[in-house]
């Protein structure tokens, strides 16, 4: 069945350095991928999307690519600051189904 | 800025006992969707609604949990009995529905914490 992985957490960082956090999909067909994010304590806010091959999904800094060669959705950001402390999870929804699948999700903790 | 709106923020009770939880999506939109999170976890569907119908509950175990969406509206989420594995994060998630319409947006959640 359809799955997503995400690299473990959690995954420090001091202010100002750059972030990667690293996402794959198994999935049939062409899924659309997301990228959520969960800060303490609230539910689930979308950061950034992209619905096919190539797109580039961005959004408040950051950015990833649909690499469907790789089955891959690579979250990145430039310069992380102490407010983007969170859990961020990867998500693929099916064009048949509309139902979301999540990674189990990479804390992020960024020191000043 | 429309947002999911879902009710009790936090819930403790014990096991065996009845508990409901509440979301009101946003308006206007067609597909409301129940989440759990466990602690540690990414969420997991446990039943999507197109407007009152019930188009997916393949992971709600009906034998204690149950929803309805009587008005195509808001939505109730039930447990009788709760057990102590039913402590998590049920989040409420909506979005306009059809085809291209991806983007899901949730509300911020219902703790539950069963003793």
């Known amino acids: 069945g359809d799955s997503v992985t995400q690299m473990e957490g959690p995954v420090t960082l001091s202010e100002e350095a750059f972030l990667t956090i690293n996402c794959t999909y198994t999935?049939?067909?062409?899924?659309?991928l997301f990228w959520y994010v969960q800060y303490p304590g609230e539910g689930l806010q979308l950061l950034l999307k992209?619905?096919?091959?190539?797109d580039k999904g961005s959004n408040k800094g950051f950015e990833a690519t649909y690499r469907k060669e790789t089955t891959s959705f690579h979250l990145e950001k430039g310069s992380v600051q102490v407010s983007d402390s969170a859990v961020y999870f990867c998500a693929l929804i099916r064009d048949s189904s509309y139902k979301l699948i999540f990674g189990s999700g990479t804390r992020l903790l960024v020191r000043p | 800025e429309a947002e999911v709106a879902q009710s009790p923020r936090y819930k403790i009770t014990e096991k065996s006992q009845a508990v409901a939880f509440w979301c009101d999506p946003i308006?206007?939109?067609?597909?409301l969707y129940w989440y759990r999170q466990i602690l540690g976890q990414g969420p997991e569907l446990l039943v999507q609604f197109q407007d009152e119908s019930v188009v997916d509950d393949s992971q709600l175990p009906k034998d204690r949990f149950s929803a309805e969406r009587l008005k195509g509206v808001d939505s109730t989420l039930k447990i009788q009995p709760a057990e102590l594995g039913d402590s998590a994060m049920y989040l409420c998630a909506s979005s306009s529905g059809g085809r291209g319409a991806y983007e899901q947006y949730f509300g911020p959640g219902t703790r539950l914490t069963v003793t």
């Open positions: 999935a049939t067909g062409y899924p659309s």
């Open positions: 992209a619905t096919k091959a190539d």
């Open positions: 308006s206007g939109h067609a597909t």
